[in-house]
């Protein structure tokens, strides 16, 4: 079993930055990869980003290519990921989500196995 528990996210205005973590726990040795999705009202669950969990490779959706990205404090099995330039389109419930089965870097939330409660991130115009 693995826990996840976020933090972070709230409220800015376009163009500003807002940083959102992830911290893991229990069977951490067993994850591949740790993902990111969002949720805005009344639309379906989207992939935002993924990292390899003990490896540098990453991926990150097109729409948020060069705005967000990853860092990680090993030691305390968290990720962080940083955005940047946000824009109100962004504005949604983000989620952490890692699997011990499937390495990174998948798009489908249906390969994560564990999941965060979520944490809101509004971007005002």
């Known amino acids: 079993q693995v826990q996840l528990e976020e933090s972070g996210g709230g409220s800015v205005q376009a163009g500003g930055s807002l940083r959102v973590s992830c911290a893991a726990s229990?069977?951490?040795?067993?994850?591949?990869?740790m993902g990111w999705f969002r949720q805005a009202p009344g639309q379906e669950r989207e992939w935002v980003a993924a990292?390899?969990?003990?490896?540098?490779?990453?991926a990150f959706a097109d729409d948020v290519e060069g705005r967000f990205t990853f860092s990680r404090d090993s030691l305390e099995n968290t990720v962080y990921l940083q955005m940047n330039n946000l824009k109100p389109e962004d504005t949604a419930v983000y989620y952490c989500?890692?699997?011990?089965?499937?390495?990174?870097?998948?798009?489908?939330?249906?390969?994560?196995?564990?999941w965060g409660q979520g944490t809101q991130v509004t971007v005002s115009s």
């Open positions: 229990g069977r951490t040795d067993r994850m591949y990869v």
């Open positions: 990292i390899a969990w003990g490896a540098d490779r990453m």
């Open positions: 989500a890692a699997d011990t089965r499937f390495a990174c870097c998948s798009v489908d939330a249906r390969e994560y196995e564990y």
